[in-house]
Each structure stands twice: as structure tokens, then as C-alpha cells.
């Protein structure tokens, strides 16, 4: 079992920042992909960012050049840094942890990651940003 716990939501301006951090604890030697998904009323979740323990990096094209995602391996925590917010970006933010099969291509990472019957989330932060 893996336990995922996220934190640094909150109210922010358009225009500002926010840092998300997901601590892992556990089982955390089975994980090898994590990621940021966001979901808002009535849509589905979606990737916002994901990680591998190599470092690789994939974003979804609405947050290209405003928000990174980073690993603190020492720390078992991924943080998702988000600049120039906009108030689209409001939705609750899902940490989600999974051992994905090997290889996984960098364009499959999305799907073996955000598998609901696959690998753990955490319970969510909100985020608002205001216009």
C-alpha cells in the first residue's frame, strides 16, 4: 500500500502562483510514475502533469510553460509548481501514484497512469483561482 498526501492548495488571483507538494509513504518502491490530475464539476479528471523515476516529464498543453512538475526523491515528494494562474485552472488537484508497466512510452504515460483500477491517488486539494 502506498500513502499519498497532498497539500498546498488554495485561493489564489489570476496571475499568481501556487505549489502543490504530494508526500508518498509506504510501499513506495513499487511506484515508478506520478502525476497531478484535476477534475471540476460534471468532467472527467484529466493529466495536468506526470514524472517517472527517470525524470521524464509530460504536460498536458493548456499548462506548457506555466507549471513544472519535480520529484524530491530524498523527500518520496512530488511538488507541481504553477505559475501565471488562470481561473480555468480552478478544479480539484488528484495526486496519483502507480508502478505503470515497463517500457511505457512517454504518450501511453497518461492512460497507464490515470487508470482508476491501477496504482493510488490521493485525496485531492482544491484550487481556485479567482479573476
Known amino acids: 500500500q502506498v500513502q499519498l498526501v497532498e497539500s498546498g492548495g488554495g485561493l489564489v488571483q489570476a496571475g499568481g502562483s501556487l505549489k502543490l507538494s504530494c508526500a508518498a509513504s509506504?510501499?513506495?518502491?513499487?511506484?515508478?510514475?506520478m502525476g497531478w490530475y484535476r477534475q471540476t464539476p460534471g468532467k472527467q479528471r484529466e493529466l495536468v502533469a506526470a514524472i517517472t523515476t527517470g525524470g521524464h516529464t509530460t504536460y498536458t498543453n493548456s499548462v506548457k510553460g506555466r507549471f513544472t512538475i519535480s520529484r524530491d526523491n530524498a523527500k518520496n515528494t512530488v511538488y507541481l509548481q504553477m505559475n501565471s494562474l488562470k481561473p480555468e485552472d480552478t478544479a480539484v488537484y488528484y495526486c496519483?501514484?502507480?508502478?505503470?508497466?515497463?517500457?511505457?512510452?512517454?504518450?501511453?504515460?497518461?492512460?497507464?497512469?490515470?487508470?482508476?483500477?491501477?496504482?493510488?491517488w490521493g485525496q485531492g486539494t482544491q484550487v481556485t483561482v479567482s479573476s
Open positions: 509506504g510501499s513506495i518502491f513499487s511506484i515508478n510514475a
Open positions: 496519483k501514484a502507480r508502478r505503470v508497466p515497463i517500457p511505457t512510452p512517454m504518450d501511453s504515460l497518461d492512460y497507464e497512469l490515470g487508470r482508476s483500477d491501477r496504482g493510488y
